[in-house]
């Protein structure tokens, strides 16, 4: 504990930074202690979450070593919190951080030991993004639950603060103290290449209630949620990772469909709001990204909506925040607009030294720095960083994964698919009367940890029902041949079963459904992304929204093909025509039954 002398000596150095981060607290005493005895270039790393490459802190990978060398220049994880001072690491899959549980949870100890071990040593907020569904970092055998759109059509606000509780548990179990989960996007548009499915749906006090309880359980299991991407990413056809979004909501529209899911958080007490590089004119009419944003971010979240949480950019290797500025003006621009929390800059010496200079210029005060960095350290304390910084790879394999964790996903999941068009009725189908089943279609990459091909998964799942279900991968752009030989297969089966993936009107996938349809065979179409993709299907007499293409969500989708269940789902999301996209096809809250 810091001494009674430093507490107060800190108290004269914080007064100006609580003046501009809120108002004193009585268990400011660490933080503020803390705070007072850093150096300038200290509280700079602070501000930065980085990523790094390899599995473990001192010893990943020669290949991994040398990544880092080439874009941090240093060797290890280790390396990387002496040389910057980090406040946080991002764990991603793709630089080779999540290879197996216990391997994350000894990762994550040797980076807080490398931190402790520094004079003046602050523990490292380790994150990931692990929405569930589409996005997940850590695969099997951590428990993998049905992602947000799913959720939605379910509409049950206990799963998703089930959701939230037991990934928070396996996450804190592997040192993991903060995720970037919920989405709280109310997703209006459904040519939005980015959102779709990672949104709860169209709703904004559907999707509000949601993104609290998902908050709540993550608070219940010792994790910080964080609510993005303020201040909406709902309703835009570009992708903010390769462009700039506008989004054109007029102020009042923004109050009552983007601004309800933050406003739910906050009132939850979110720990931390990601902002979005996006803009709205209707907010901020300078051009900035909201992420630059002084008017949005201070103006907005800060004082209109009471927020006093980290708020951290998305990261800001991504396009939509690179476009107006240099790498070396994105982090101080942001930090002026109000922001606590820098997201992976594509350069982190480069932009850890424009920060500094930044203030050593006068540009940025250190009062300024001291507000964000006494955010952050606030928010470790109530992680329980400094009591508790390690995880235990021990308890691991006693709570990642375990059965009970696997049930609950599975019983979530039956809440979720969705049965959209079911003409005879033609479902559920028998193993007495359909025992042949051809399961064909699009096989994305599976999301990370998932068993995958969705075919094979689906037609797994059906074998283990009484079927006799043999898979047919035609992807999600089958050329001609591919779509001959699936008819031809067709011909041998007493029903197919087709996964699409964002159909469209010229998409192959449409006609390789038509062809199979005219064939007289039974066909269930089972859209493994977006519902929308019914539209463009007219021809199919039973179609099922699944959301995703986890096993968990196929499973559950093979259960209700088979009767093993009933759909229970209801559409987060209106589907419109695709002849005239300004009329509805199926209305929010449809859903069928038997």
Not at 264 to 291: C, F, N, Q
Not at 371 to 379: E, G, K, Q, T, W
Request: with cysteine; hydrophobic share 45%.
């Amino acid at each position: 504990m810091p001494s009674r002398r430093s507490v107060l000596a800190a108290g004269a150095g914080v007064t100006a930074a609580l003046a501009v981060g809120g108002a004193a607290r009585a268990d400011d005493g660490r933080p503020a202690a803390l705070l007072s005895r850093m150096s300038l270039a200290e509280k700079v790393g602070q501000l930065f979450v980085a990523r790094v490459y390899g599995h473990s802190a001192t010893e990943p990978d020669p290949a991994d070593a040398d990544a880092n060398l080439a874009e941090l220049g240093v060797r290890t994880a280790a390396e990387l919190v002496a040389k910057y001072h980090v406040g946080g690491i991002i764990y991603f899959g793709w630089a080779h951080n999540t290879r197996d549980p216990r391997q994350i949870a000894e990762l994550s100890d040797g980076i807080q030991r490398a931190a402790l071990a520094r004079p003046r040593g602050v523990p490292v907020l380790i994150s990931t993004d692990q929405e569930h569904g589409i996005v997940c970092r850590i695969g099997r055998p951590a428990t993998l639950f049905p992602g947000a759109m799913a959720l939605g059509a379910s509409g049950s606000g206990a799963d998703a603060r089930a959701l939230g509780r037991i990934a928070g548990r396996e996450l804190r179990a592997m040192g993991i103290r903060q995720n970037y989960s919920p989405v709280a996007d109310v997703n209006v548009n459904p040519a939005n290449p980015v959102i779709g499915v990672r949104s709860f749906g169209a709703g904004p006090e559907a999707v509000a209630a949601l993104v609290a309880e998902e908050v709540r359980g993550y608070q219940e299991a010792g994790v910080a949620a964080t609510a993005k991407h303020f201040p909406g990413h709902g309703d835009t056809a570009v992708d903010s990772h390769t462009g700039f979004p506008v989004i054109t909501h007029t102020r009042e529209v923004w109050e009552r469909l983007d601004a309800a899911p933050f406003r739910a958080a906050i009132a939850a007490g979110v720990d931390a709001i990601m902002t979005g590089h996006l803009l709205v004119p209707a907010l901020d009419a300078s051009g900035d990204p909201a992420t630059l944003s002084r008017p949005v971010i201070t103006g907005i979240l800060r004082e209109r909506l009471g927020y006093d949480g980290v708020v951290v950019t998305d990261a800001l290797g991504m396009a939509g925040v690179r476009t107006r500025y240099g790498d070396d003006r994105v982090p101080v621009l942001a930090l002026a607009a109000g922001v606590d929390q820098l997201l992976d800059p594509p350069d982190l010496a480069l932009a850890h030294g424009a920060v500094l200079k930044a203030v050593q210029d006068g540009e940025l005060t250190e009062e300024r720095l001291d507000a964000s960095v006494l955010r952050i350290l606030r928010l470790k304390e109530k992680l329980g960083l400094f009591a508790e910084p390690y995880a235990d790879p021990e308890a691991v394999g006693r709570l990642v994964g375990r059965p009970e964790h696997l049930a609950e996903a599975d019983r979530i999941a039956a809440g979720t698919t969705t049965l959209l068009v079911n003409e005879g009725p033609l479902l559920p189908l028998s193993p007495r009367a359909h025992p042949r089943l051809l399961v064909l279609g699009a096989d994305p990459a599976s999301p990370t940890g998932t068993t995958g091909p969705p075919t094979t998964v689906l037609a797994d799942a059906l074998t283990a029902l009484g079927f006799t279900a043999t898979a047919l991968s035609t992807g999600t752009d089958p050329s001609a041949g591919t779509i001959e030989r699936a008819v031809g297969a067709a011909g041998g089966t007493d029903a197919v079963v087709v996964a699409t993936y964002n159909v469209t009107a010229a998409s192959p996938q449409r006609t390789l459904v038509e062809r199979l349809t005219a064939t007289g065979r039974p066909v269930v179409a089972v859209a493994v992304r977006n519902p929308y993709d019914v539209a463009q299907l007219p021809s199919v007499r039973a179609f099922l929204a699944a959301y995703s293409w986890t096993d968990v969500e196929l499973r559950a989708a093979a259960r209700v093909i088979a009767g093993a269940a009933g759909p229970q789902g209801r559409l987060p999301v209106p589907v419109p025509r695709a002849d005239d996209p300004a009329r509805v096809l199926y209305p929010l809250g449809h859903g069928l039954t038997y």
